[in-house]
C-alpha cells in the first residue's frame, strides 16, 4: 500500500491507506468531507482511523465519519481526543485486519505532551512531530523533548515514507536554506519542491534519508548548523542549538 495524501482544510493533509479489495483506513481526519469525497468515489469502507494526537485540524473528522460506521479509531491517551474507542502509547503495536498493516507507536512529545506516530510497512504517520524539511511548534513540551521525539524517529530505515500532517515543505525548504545554504541535498530537494508546488503536487511523502541529509532540525550536530548556533546566544549543546533553530523558524517570514 502506498500512503495517498487527502488535502483538507487549509494545508493539512489526511493520509489514506486503501488495499485492492476496498478496505481503507485514514491518519487525522480533521475534517469528513474530503475523506468521504474519496471513499465513495473510489467505492471504499472505512475501517480504521488513526490519530497522532489531540489538535482540532487531526480530528474535527472523527465524529462524522465514524456516522453510522463501525469504525475503530486508535488515539493517544488523552481525554482532549473524544471518540477514541482504542487508546495506544508507547511500544504498543497496531495491527490493522483490513486494510492488512502493522504499526509500532512511538511516543514523541514536543508539539504536544502525548503525541504519537505510528512506524511500519515502511511508513512514518508522525502527524505534526516532523515536516519535510521542518519540525512542529513547541505548545506544550519543551526543546529537549523534542529533540528526542525526532532522534528516534531519525533511527528509521532511509527509504521509510515520511507522512506528516501538513503541506509547509516550501516554506521549510526557504528556512533551512537561510541556515544551511550550501547543503547540496538541500538545494536539490528545494528545486525539487518548487517544481512540485508549481504543478499543484504534494511534496509528500519525503523519505527518512532525505530528511536526514536536508531537514536542519535533524542536523543539529552537523558542522553548517554548530557553526550557525555559535553565533546565537546560549547555543553551544545540541538542544540549546536545537532550542535556537526552533525559535529562529518560529520568527522567520
Keep these: 500500500m502506498r500512503p495517498e495524501p487527502i488535502p483538507a482544510l487549509v494545508d493539512n493533509y489526511i493520509w489514506l491507506l486503501a488495499d485492492a479489495a476496498g478496505n481503507a483506513a485514514v491518519v487525522d481526519p480533521g475534517e469528513a468531507a474530503p475523506v468521504e469525497r474519496v471513499l465513495a468515489e473510489r467505492g471504499l469502507t472505512l475501517r480504521s482511523i488513526l490519530i497522532t494526537h489531540h489538535h482540532p485540524d487531526h480530528i474535527g473528522g472523527i465524529a462524522e465519519l465514524c456516522l453510522g460506521r463501525n469504525v475503530e479509531v486508535i488515539a493517544p491517551i488523552d481525554e482532549r481526543i473524544p471518540h477514541a474507542n482504542r487508546r495506544v502509547g508507547h511500544g504498543d503495536v497496531v495491527t490493522l485486519a483490513l486494510p492488512a498493516a502493522r504499526f509500532e507507536v512511538m511516543a514523541v512529545p514536543g508539539h504536544t505532551t502525548t503525541h504519537i506516530a505510528y512506524a511500519g510497512e515502511g511508513l512514518l504517520f508522525c502527524g505534526d ?14 526543546p529537549a523533548q523534542m529533540l528526542d521525539s525526532l532522534d528516534h524517529l531519525a533511527t528509521l530505515p532511509d527509504d521509510t515514507l515520511v507522512c506528516c500532517g501538513h503541506e509547509y515543505t516550501q516554506t521549510n525548504a526557504r528556512f533551512a536554506l537561510s541556515i544551511d545554504g550550501d547543503n547540496a541535498a538541500l538545494k536539490a530537494r528545494a528545486k525539487d519542491v518548487d517544481g512540485k508546488r508549481l504543478r499543484g503536487e504534494p511534496t509528500v511523502p519525503s523519505t527518512m534519508g532525505m530528511e536526514r541529509a536536508a531537514n536542519p532540525f535533524l542536523r543539529t550536530d552537523s558542522d553548517a548548523i554548530a557553526a550557525w548556533a555559535a553565533r546565537q546566544a546560549d ?16 520568527t522567520f517570514r
Design 129 to 142: 512531530t516532523m515536516f519535510s524539511l521542518g519540525c512542529g511548534r513547541l505548545f506544550e513540551g519543551t
Design 235 to 250: 547555543a553551544h549543546d545540541r538542544v540549546s542549538r536545537f532550542a535556537a533553530l526552533r525559535n529562529a523558524k518560529d
